[in-house]
């Protein structure tokens, strides 16, 4: 079955530090994934899509099918990416829908 | 262009109570979805549509039924309110085109007592 594994709960880190969010994810086809963040009581947002091999507020995400992840990192963290951080993979078929996420990181940067 | 609006916001139920949450696009976007929030357990897919008049189970469908009369608008109906649903609801949608991103509304945090 399809599954998206988030291991830590919670990764707290100090300003300026590097950070990176795990993410492992199960699925026998051509995955697509994404990170969605979601700051204190606010909607989900995009943050990054595999596909797109980009930078997004500094951030970026390397999909590695030989270990099937997709880790988020950012080599210097600020204190506005406080947040909770969900990966995400998009699959077709099957009876749970189309889109699975993970349990979320929450992501503490300390001063 | 408002993109993803739920409605309420905010919503307190006694046992056994019914509602309906409402959710509307504004992007024509043909795939929606309606997700449960909880610490701990992220967001877990209810029910999903991929079209106007279809819908789907998604992973945790007991006790809410949907409804996708108009494309624009997905319902989420609670028949009989348990203090098991208390949670917070996220209404998304996409289009159907391959890694197309979510769309997420601001959510309706519900609580039954």
């Known amino acids: 079955a399809q599954r998206v594994t988030q291991p830590e709960k919670l990764l707290s880190v100090f300003k300026g530090a590097p950070v990176e969010l795990k993410c492992n994810y199960s699925?026998?086809?051509?995955?697509?994934l994404f990170w969605y963040v979601q700051y204190s009581r606010q909607r989900l947002q995009l943050l990054l899509r595999?596909?797109s091999r980009e930078s997004i507020k500094g951030f970026t995400a390397d999909l590695n099918k030989g270990e099937t992840s997709f880790h988020l990192k950012k080599p210097f963290a600020q204190e506005e990416d406080s947040a909770m951080y969900y990966c995400?993979?998009?699959?077709?078929?099957?009876?749970?829908?189309?889109?699975?996420f993970g349990k979320g990181t929450k992501l503490s940067v300390k001063p | 262009n408002a993109g993803v609006t739920q409605t309420p916001k905010f919503r307190v139920l006694k046992t056994g109570q019914s509602m309906t949450l409402l959710c509307a696009q504004d992007?024509?976007?043909?795939?929606m979805y309606w997700y449960r929030q909880d610490p701990g357990m992220g967001l877990r897919l209810i029910h999903y549509?991929?079209?106007?008049?279809?819908?789907a189970k998604g992973e945790v469908p007991d006790g809410y039924n949907v409804s996708r009369l108009k494309k624009q608008n997905f319902l989420l109906g609670l028949e009989s309110a348990a203090p098991s649903q208390t949670s917070v609801y996220f209404c998304?949608?996409?289009?159907?085109?391959?890694?197309?991103?979510?769309?997420f509304g601001n959510g309706t945090r519900l609580t039954v007592t």
């Open positions: 992007m024509n976007h043909e795939y």
């Open positions: 998304a949608s996409s289009r159907t085109d391959q890694n197309s991103p979510l769309h």
């Open positions: 995400a993979l998009r699959f077709y078929g099957g009876s749970q829908g189309n889109l699975i």
């Open positions: 699925y026998s086809g051509s995955p697509e």
């Open positions: 595999h596909i």
């Open positions: 549509s991929v079209g106007e008049g279809t819908t």
